[in-house]
């Protein structure tokens, strides 16, 4: 996993709520076998509509999400996650995200910024308005900023989160750590104990 210090870019207005993983990613992407490619089918119900906000050209490039109120909800698929990063997105604002979503986020490198519902909406709004405006999502203040609009939020992340993103640590990066702790257990541990073969 990448570190990430600060987002920083345009957004995607995504002005609906309960988004749920399957709405992210339907379960027929599910089957593939590889970890990649999954952008395709980011919404893809929902692109079919041509007037879907990621069909629409002035979002282009946007490197932001800005979802409504439950955003991740349902099943406990990282697809979802891998889907939202690999059409470009490194982070996703909303006033609440589902608890396993968040969770996932966090552990691929997806900053989820839960922000309070009206100042969301306004960002929203303020996006809808001009595509171009520049928003700074930024770990290490756990900020959410919009200067032009003068709009500048907290979000919540527990310290140990926070550090994995800043510090760019995934599980593995987490037990890697502490492989001198774990070679030291394995070379002092009793001969009665199961080994590894």
């Not at 997806?110 to 519902?117: E, F, H, M, Q, T």
């Not at 979000?155 to 989160?161: G, I, L, S, V």
């Not at 760019?168 to 001969?191: F, N, P, Q």
Request: one cysteine or more; aromatic letters at 8%.
């Amino acid at each position: 996993m990448k570190a990430v210090h600060i987002v920083q870019g345009t957004a995607v207005p995504l002005d609906r709520t309960d988004v749920d993983t399957d709405q992210i990613i339907p379960s027929d992407w599910l089957k593939r076998v590889e970890r990649t490619g999954f952008e395709k089918g980011l919404f893809s119900e929902w692109r079919d509509d041509r007037n879907f906000v990621l069909n629409q050209e002035q979002y282009s490039g946007a490197n932001i999400l800005i979802g409504g109120l439950n955003f991740g909800t349902g099943s406990s698929r990282e697809h979802a996650v891998w889907a939202i990063q690999q059409y470009g997105f490194d982070a996703v604002i909303s006033p609440r995200f589902a608890d396993i979503f968040r969770n996932n986020c966090t552990k691929n490198g997806l900053v989820p910024a839960a922000i309070d519902a009206d100042i969301c909406e306004t960002l929203m709004r303020a996006v809808e308005a001009d595509p171009t405006l520049e928003i700074t999502v930024d770990v290490a203040r756990l900020t959410v900023e919009a200067p032009a609009i003068g709009l500048e939020t907290s979000f919540p992340m527990d310290a140990a989160t926070q550090d994995r993103f800043l510090e760019g640590l995934d599980d593995i990066g987490l037990t890697m750590r502490v492989v001198a702790d774990i070679d030291d257990y394995e070379t002092h541990r009793r001969a009665w104990m199961p080994s590894q073969v």
